[in-house]
């Protein structure tokens, strides 16, 4: 590839982590084997990440000359600088435990126990609010991104919707009664 169509390339690969960042509904990932380069940014992108204990991590770009760029912007908004820097300079590999000290990983789980973790997760995300789940997504990806008064007027008029929501409505009303709210019903009702 030309420098153009290497740009073009990568504008694509950025889109695509993009798209995954801000898809409304969550996005769990399992982790099995060996995670390198790329695999790290659909990891940054994911909600929820297990990965199986003796899985391999690896900013693996600098090895091959070049440079974790694309994966950067997501991989440094999910995990801290001062954690990652010298993974992604060095490109050594490291385990599933430091992946998960780093916040890249949410449970790291023998490869036995991954489909009930996993089904656990798809559980308990189904036991909440569809609506409410889709709008704290948005909010968890971008409220660190406003200023102060961006922040205060979005969270205060966040919370002020969902209270008067259907869904905020009948969370409460169940809530007060001791009862499951209705979109537990109805998913039990689907499975």
């Not at 990965?51 to 693996?60: E, G, R």
């Not at 189904?126 to 909010?139: F, I």
């Not at 869904?167 to 001791?178: M, N, P, S, T, V």
């Amino acid at each position: 590839y030309s420098f153009e169509e290497n740009k073009n390339d990568s504008l694509k690969l950025y889109e695509m982590f993009k798209a995954i960042e801000v898809c409304r509904v969550p996005v769990l990932a399992v982790v099995q084997g060996a995670a390198m380069g790329g695999a790290l940014g659909l990891m940054a992108v994911a909600d929820v990440v297990v990965a199986v204990d003796t899985t391999k991590f690896c900013f693996s770009e600098v090895k091959l000359g070049l440079a974790p760029a694309v994966i950067s912007s997501f991989v440094l908004k999910k995990v801290g600088l001062g954690l990652i820097a010298p993974w992604m300079i060095a490109g050594k590999v490291f385990g599933a435990s430091e992946a998960q000290r780093m916040g890249l990983v949410h449970e790291v789980v023998s490869v036995e126990r991954v489909d009930e973790i996993l089904s656990s997760w798809v559980k308990v995300l189904g036991e909440a609010a569809p609506e409410a789940v889709k709008e704290t997504k948005v909010l968890v990806n971008h409220v660190m991104e406003l200023d102060e008064e961006q922040k205060r007027d979005t969270t205060i008029s966040l919370i002020a919707a969902r209270r008067v929501s259907a869904e905020g409505q009948e969370g409460l009303k169940a809530f007060l009664e001791k009862r499951a709210p209705a979109w537990k019903v109805l998913g039990k009702e689907n499975k």
